[in-house]
Every structure is written in structure tokens, then in C-alpha cells.
């Protein structure tokens, strides 16, 4: 007799075979091309390459999926894994959605809220892409307006400004820590900039548990 899969086992096994479905036509894709053009890599500068970088890739793959999948759920992780910009983009949409809702995230229903919102994220995304990509000609001008420019630069923090306020008034002592590493780190380290964000936010999330624990175990929580 066939076993009825719950809602979860379908999630695990849907979200496992489209992860690794993209990871091959993410791996298939160079090799076609290279054959189409009858060309290859410099196979000694691309080990080298991936030698250098690779390893911090794999760190930053193996802290994401410990810090995200318990804020995103599971069907959000797979979703997010697979389409991407999960810090700016899908975690946001994700924790505005259960935020909302009033649940949480490893509960039955945050896990579909979580899930719904990110697909939901996805699509937009992919609509707003096919437009801008339509209309990147004529609209040129307006982007690239002086007058505009300020307020596009400044969409993201306001993004994750209002996301902080509703998070951090919850409770306003566990979010000291973190502000005060990130502060620190991005002003006297230099190096620290725009595109440290994916390293530096599971980092900060592992940092602020580390610190809440500790506080916890002191009673100042």
C-alpha cells in the first residue's frame, strides 16, 4: 500500500528535486556553450580560481542554510536557495509576511506564509526583470535622472529600516550587539563593504544567538 507523503515530505522531496535540477543546468549551461563556440576554459586558471574562492563559498553556503532555513522554513529555503537574493530580496518579503500573519516560521502555518510570500517575491521579480528588460531603452533617462538617483540609492535601507524598527522594538537588547559588531566591523575595517553583505548577515545571526544565549543564561532576557 502506498504511503500518503504529509504536506512536509512533499515539500522535501519537491524542493530536493528542483534544487538539484538547477544545480545541473547551472553546471550543464558553461560545458553547452563551450561546445556550441568549440572553445574551453583555461582549465589551470580556472582551478586556480575556484581554489581561491570556492572554500569561502562553501563556508557561506553551509552558515546560510544553518541561519535562514529556521527564519525562511522549509519550502521557503528550498524557493529561496533556488531563485536567490535571499538577503535582500526573499528574507525580507519572508519575515514582512509572518510578521503580518502574527505566526512563526517553523509553525504549520508560517511555513506556508513563508512559502507563499517568497513565490509570490519571485514572481514579481521575474515580471519586473521581463518589463525592464523591455523598456530599459526609453526608461534610461529617467533612471539615470539626477533627481531620482538619491531615492534609489536608499531603497534597501529603507527596506530594511522599517523591517528593524518592527523587529528590534520586540525586543531592544538583543538587537545592541549586533548594531554595535556591524557598526565596528564596517567602520574600521575598510575592506567591509556592499558586497560583504551575504557573508556579514549570517554572521551578525550567529553573533546575536551566541550573545542572546548568554544574556539568557544571565537572566537579562
Given at each position: 500500500?502506498?504511503?500518503?507523503?504529509?504536506?512536509?515530505?512533499?515539500?522535501?522531496?519537491?524542493?530536493?528535486?528542483?534544487?538539484?535540477?538547477?544545480?545541473?543546468?547551472?553546471?550543464?549551461?558553461?560545458?553547452?556553450?563551450?561546445?556550441?563556440?568549440?572553445?574551453?576554459?583555461?582549465?589551470?586558471?580556472?582551478?586556480?580560481?575556484?581554489?581561491?574562492?570556492?572554500?569561502?563559498?562553501?563556508?557561506?553556503?553551509?552558515?546560510?542554510?544553518?541561519?535562514?532555513?529556521?527564519?525562511?522554513?522549509?519550502?521557503?529555503?528550498?524557493?529561496?536557495?533556488?531563485?536567490?537574493?535571499?538577503?535582500?530580496?526573499?528574507?525580507?518579503?519572508?519575515?514582512?509576511?509572518?510578521?503580518?500573519?502574527?505566526?512563526?516560521?517553523?509553525?504549520?502555518?508560517?511555513?506556508?506564509?513563508?512559502?507563499?510570500?517568497?513565490?509570490?517575491?519571485?514572481?514579481?521579480?521575474?515580471?519586473?526583470?521581463?518589463?525592464?528588460?523591455?523598456?530599459?531603452?526609453?526608461?534610461?533617462?529617467?533612471?539615470?535622472?539626477?533627481?531620482l538617483a538619491p531615492a534609489f540609492a536608499q531603497?534597501?535601507?529603507?527596506?530594511?529600516?522599517?523591517?528593524?524598527?518592527?523587529?528590534?522594538?520586540?525586543?531592544?537588547?538583543?538587537?545592541?550587539?549586533?548594531?554595535?559588531?556591524?557598526?565596528?566591523?564596517?567602520?574600521?575595517?575598510?575592506?567591509?563593504?556592499?558586497?560583504?553583505?551575504s557573508i556579514m548577515v549570517p554572521v551578525s545571526?550567529?553573533?546575536?544567538?551566541?550573545?542572546?544565549?548568554?544574556?539568557?543564561?544571565?537572566?537579562?532576557?
Amino acid at each position: 500500500m502506498k504511503k500518503n507523503l504529509t504536506y512536509m515530505d512533499s515539500v522535501h522531496r519537491d524542493g530536493t528535486i528542483w534544487n538539484l535540477s538547477v544545480m545541473g543546468i547551472l553546471m550543464v549551461f558553461p560545458l553547452v556553450v563551450g561546445l556550441l563556440f568549440g572553445t574551453a576554459p583555461d582549465w589551470k586558471g580556472l582551478a586556480m580560481g575556484l581554489l581561491a574562492t570556492a572554500p569561502m563559498y562553501w563556508a557561506v553556503g553551509i552558515v546560510e542554510t544553518i541561519t535562514y532555513v529556521p527564519m525562511l522554513g522549509a519550502g521557503g529555503s528550498y524557493l529561496s536557495f533556488v531563485t536567490g537574493n535571499i538577503t535582500n530580496l526573499k528574507l525580507p518579503c519572508a519575515l514582512g509576511a509572518l510578521e503580518q500573519a502574527g505566526v512563526k516560521a517553523n509553525s504549520e502555518e508560517g511555513e506556508v506564509i513563508s512559502t507563499i510570500a517568497i513565490a509570490i517575491s519571485s514572481i514579481v521579480t521575474t515580471v519586473i526583470i521581463i518589463v525592464g528588460v523591455l523598456l530599459i531603452a526609453p526608461l534610461e533617462p529617467v533612471l539615470q535622472s539626477p533627481v531620482l538617483a538619491p531615492a534609489f540609492a536608499q531603497i534597501l535601507p529603507a527596506l530594511f529600516g522599517g523591517l528593524g524598527v518592527a523587529f528590534v522594538s520586540k525586543n531592544w537588547k538583543i538587537s545592541v550587539a549586533p548594531v554595535v559588531l556591524m557598526l565596528v566591523l564596517f567602520i574600521f575595517v575598510p575592506a567591509l563593504n556592499a558586497g560583504t553583505v551575504s557573508i556579514m548577515v549570517p554572521v551578525s545571526i550567529l553573533f546575536t544567538l551566541a550573545v542572546s544565549r548568554v544574556m539568557y543564561k544571565k537572566g537579562l532576557l
